[in-house]
């Protein structure tokens, strides 16, 4: 190619690039204001999902970093996961609700349910309203959730739900997305952060076991298998990944590598 037609593509190109940028509409320049906290501060770290076992499931290993750094975390289920479920049954009764009490104490955290029903998720402004009341009770730090492109309506719910009640809180709270099930749940992730688990995958898997009602020995191997190659994009022997909302604050992982 001689000199010429080099700058003559060049010209082009460029003149490609401006046409585009002047046809895309500003990026938003709102950036949440959040000070760093200092080392040693205790974190409110809320993970929440659609059913009991999909917090474990998607961030099992990075939950046990958070607590065994002296973090408080709390899973936030948005139903108690039972099918048919049936609100008036006691919660001492419900062998889901044991199963997620035991797998938060493998887990050092704290179980929570948002109250709605296993299958028929409710996205409303009755249901933003109750579920941002939720989070604001908390005063989290920091928010995982569902990745929202998934075929669970229940997933995609909670997403939204998170979603809605961050932009209300005016951003106040770190906000990143996990995967769990990935192709019969979670589709299209790509990841923009990553944990190394190696050291909390042991309990990661206690706590998925714990769901025993849920065929652990299915769902478990599943999920190692995504655990173990997100390790190889990170260099880790097992890892976790998460995307981080572009307008998020980006330092509350404090083992992110
Ligand atoms: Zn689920």
Redesign the pocket.
Known sequence: MNSISRRAMLGKASLVGTTVAVGLPLAAAETPVQQRPEVGTKLKVIVT???P??PEYGCGGTIARYTDLGHEVVLLYLNR?EWPENPSLDDAKSVRIAEAKRACEILKARPAYAGQINGAAIVDSAHYEKFQRILEAEKPNLVFTHWPIDN?A??RAISMLVYESWLRMRKRFALYYYE??DGE?TLQFSPTHYVDITSTEPRKRAACYAHASQTPDKYYGLQEMITRMRGVESGHKQAESYIRHVQSPDFMLPMAS
């Open positions: 999902g659609g059913h076992g999909d996961g669970h229940d997933h769990v099930s749940d």
